[in-house]
Nanobody
Framework: QVQLVESGGGLVQAGGSLRLSCAAS????????MGWYRQAPGKQRELVAA???????NYAESVKGRFAISRDNAKNTVYLQMNSLKPEDTAVYYC???????????????????WGQGTQVTVSS
């Protein structure tokens, strides 16, 4: 079993900054890609940013130049630094990760994609 726990969401004025953190724990052998997604009311969940273990990144066009994703492999933690926030960034932000882990308490190795519980980010105008 693995877990992802997000923190750092909140209410901020337009133009402000927030930093999200997501810590992974459990029976982790390795973590490949880690990412941040968001879902606004009435909209589909969308990718915000993702980062591979070697540091390669991918960003949604809407956040390029404003958001920065990073990770600490020793701590199994991914971060999302969000600057110049806009009201349209308001959403629930979810952490996601591709784990290499053990299958259901066995010694068999498998891959498993997992979501965090989400953290609310609200940007006021």
């Amino acid at each position: 079993q693995v877990q992802l726990v997000e923190s750092g969401g909140g209410l901020v004025q337009a133009g402000g900054s927030l930093r999200l953190s997501c810590a992974a724990s459990g029976s982790i052998i390795n973590i490949n890609v880690m990412g941040w997604y968001r879902q606004a009311p009435g909209k589909q969940r969308e990718l915000v940013a993702a980062i591979a273990k070697d540091g390669r990144t991918n960003y949604a066009e809407s956040v390029k130049g404003r958001f920065a994703i990073s990770r600490d492999n020793a701590k199994n933690t991914v971060y999302l630094q969000m600057n110049s926030l806009k009201p349209e960034d308001t959403a629930v932000y979810y952490c996601n990760a591709d784990f290499i882990t053990y299958y259901r308490g066995t010694s068999l190795v498998t891959t498993h994609n997992h979501w965090g519980q989400g953290t609310q980010v609200t940007v006021s105008s």
